[in-house]
């Protein structure tokens, strides 16, 4: 089960991210971090910017809602999304 932590503005967890991937999609669980493959590079920020929108997306909200906190070179990355609990974001991601 994706480990996340509810915030006073939304809620925070933890992605590893897979580059270079034939389509965007979650794959699933791993070891408690939610693993997205995405079809973005990772040069330039083109991947950071292919997951906030895929998962403003997936959760149907604002890009801007959509925060890395740390990670932003690297494949494992803690994100934050503004405005939802965590019953809707299990909901939306069906992890």
Known sequence: MIEIVNTDDGVRFNVKVI???SRNQIVGDEAGI???KLNAPP???EANKALIS???D???IAKSNVLILKGENSRR???EVRGINEQYFREKIKC
């Open 19 to 21: 580059p270079r991937s």
């Open 77 to 79: 990355k803690v994100i």
């Open 58 to 60: 997936v959760l149907r």
């Open 54 to 56: 895929f998962l403003a």
């Open 34 to 36: 939610l693993k997205i």
């Open 43 to 45: 040069v330039e920020g």
